[in-house]
């Protein structure tokens, strides 16, 4: 019974610092991400930083990629006529 309980406890061990040197290290980044999020400072340091990336956009002449203007300009316009289709109907 001793030799199980000890067997029991040295996997459990190995098992959480395995856990915390491998998964673990990927999590904590993102936990401290929703943490960030969840507090008024860190709330207003992402509108900040939304409002600087805005900014930078805005200064560029184009915020768009050729490929990506054309592809959302023919979405935008098959959206507008299955609008429209629905209205004559």
């Known amino acids: 019974m001793r030799g199980f309980i000890y ?30 999020v969840n507090d008024e400072h860190g709330r207003k340091m992402l509108i900040n930083k939304l409002r600087k990336e805005m900014r930078k956009g805005l200064e560029k002449e184009y915020m768009l990629h050729e490929e990506d203007r054309i592809l959302i300009y023919k979405f935008f316009n098959k959206l507008k006529s299955e609008i429209n289709s629905v209205e004559n109907n």
Do not use: H, L, S, Y
């Open 7 to 36: 067997k029991a406890i040295i996997i459990t061990f190995i098992f959480i610092v395995g856990f915390e040197f491998t998964i673990g290290k990927r999590i904590d980044p993102i936990v401290e991400n929703i943490n960030a």
